[in-house]
């Protein structure tokens, strides 16, 4: 996520690093190199002038502070003005406590069908009973595509096939979602290759008709300030709420997010960082901040954990570790939680310093050994899992055939293993030692402890 953008000012904070007083001088060639790789991030010029000229007129203003060191300083104030031209704080959904509509808008391809499914789903788990409304009478494809995904998410989806006009099809789901008690309607609407009135008059009519607390744009992250083009556009015709950032894990060069705010005036309230309905999240201008600056997001890597992977599985698990009993049969229930996390190299770009430990790794190796543990596993029984001590020779030869690897993997695999469960029985055997000494011992310091 904008890797390009955070490399160059990593460069230029080693820079700062080093500095031993802040003056006029050594502020503006950081400065220029700092606006030069927003501009090259396709950050709108104007956008990028007025950031430049507020750090300057801050840095140099600003009363060095004894404790911190000029350079360390000076990376606070980009990084605080960096949240600020991000939105400073998450700005939610404002919906009413009866029925709710919600207008998603923007360009063909922008993503608006899949964000319209993603934004459903969070819907459904803040507790609201979410209808998506097909209202995009152009693409015949557009209510497949979101009939498939409100199956996918458990979402009902109202369809009118053959219908042309988009405002029958509006009341008929405001009726639908009444008689149902669905007190949230997600209209999906039509697209273009580009802004045209017709379109833009025919969202204005919908907007007329159903009164949306939220019009939120759907923008592609990697159309830079190009976004902020349409985003202007769309606020003049339909006074859109917000924005929805889609295709961050994409080619996102950084200019869409960091120009939208400070042009539109309006927030950006949720992103999109994959393919998956789970891959949506609350836009946080602070932690967008930090990632950008090679800070990591060591919040919203919790709070992913917190939201796919099973506590109870995890509370098992570590009872297992504690006890000794853990079997090759939980340690595939172990990497098919950590497989709910996404990517290893998602995860790592979460964590500080994260941006640089991907330039040296190659993770995509460690995708595939994780793979290939994973086919290990498969290809052996329920009882060799449970006891892999009866894993002979043969039955080795057997599992290496069937998942597609040599011996010698199947053999790594299970040492590995042996190891681990060695580690955990005498972590175990330190647990019950402190506890009699009346401490709290390792465990009950782990996420899952008791």
């Known amino acids: 996520m904008f890797d390009a953008l955070t490399s160059k000012l990593q460069n230029v904070f080693r820079d700062l690093r080093g500095l031993g007083k802040i003056s006029e001088g050594n502020v503006s060639e950081s400065l220029r190199q700092v606006r030069l790789a927003l501009l090259e991030a396709d950050v709108h010029f104007k956008v990028a002038k007025d950031f430049i000229e507020s750090v300057k007129t801050k840095a140099l203003g600003a009363e060095v502070i004894q404790s911190v060191q000029p350079g360390q300083q000076m990376i606070k104030l980009i990084s605080d003005e960096l949240v600020a031209l991000l939105g400073s704080e998450h700005q ?52 497949d595509q979101l009939a498939t995904l409100g199956e996918k998410i458990g979402v009902p989806v109202f369809v ?9 099809i509006a009341r008929e789901a405001l009726e639908w979602a009444a008689s149902h008690q669905r007190n949230t309607l997600i209209f999906d609407t039509a697209g273009r290759l580009q802004i045209d009135e017709p379109l833009v008059q025919e969202l204005v009519r919908l907007r007329d008709l159903v009164k949306p607390q939220e019009t939120l744009l759907v923008l592609d992250a990697a159309t830079g300030q190009e976004a902020v083009n349409v985003a202007t556009h769309f606020d003049k015709a339909l006074n859109i709420t917000g924005a929805i950032l889609s295709k961050l894990d994409g080619d996102a060069r950084g200019g869409a997010a960091l120009s939208f705010r400070h042009v539109v005036g309006k927030p950006i309230q949720f992103m999109g960082i994959g393919e998956k309905v789970e891959d949506f999240e609350p836009f946080h201008p602070e932690r967008m901040a930090q990632r950008i600056l090679g800070m990591g997001d060591v919040v919203s890597l919790v709070e992913k954990a917190i939201d796919r992977v099973d506590a109870s599985k995890a ?4 009872e297992k570790m504690r006890k000794g009993q853990f079997t090759l049969d939980d340690f595939l229930v172990q990497l098919r939680e950590m497989k709910k996390l996404g990517p290893i190299q998602d995860l790592v770009g979460l964590l500080p310093g994260g941006g640089e430990m991907l330039k040296n790794a190659d993770l995509t190796k460690s995708e595939k050994e994780f793979k290939r543990m ?55 055997k330190f647990q019950k ?5 009346g401490g709290g011992g390792l465990m009950g310091g782990l996420p899952f402890g008791r």
């Open 374 to 428: 994973e086919g290990i596993l498969c290809s052996m029984t329920h009882q060799e899992r449970r006891t892999p001590q009866i894993l002979n020779a043969k039955r080795r030869q057997r599992i290496a055939k069937g998942s597609g690897v040599t011996v010698t993997e199947v053999n790594n695999l299970l040492k590995r293993f042996d190891e681990m469960r060695e580690m955990m029985r005498k972590m175990g």
């Open 92 to 143: 939610g959904l404002k919906l009413s406590g009866g029925q709710a509509c919600i207008l998603m808008c923007g360009l063909h391809g922008s993503g608006k069908t899949t964000s319209s499914a993603k934004l459903a789903r969070l819907l459904v788990k803040q507790g609201r009973l979410p209808l998506l409304v097909a209202a995009d009478v152009y693409r015949p494809a557009a209510m």
């Open 315 to 318: 509370m098992d698990l570590e």
């Open 433 to 437: 030692m402190m506890s009699r000494m």
């Open 160 to 168: 009118k096939k053959g219908e042309t006009d988009v405002l029958a």
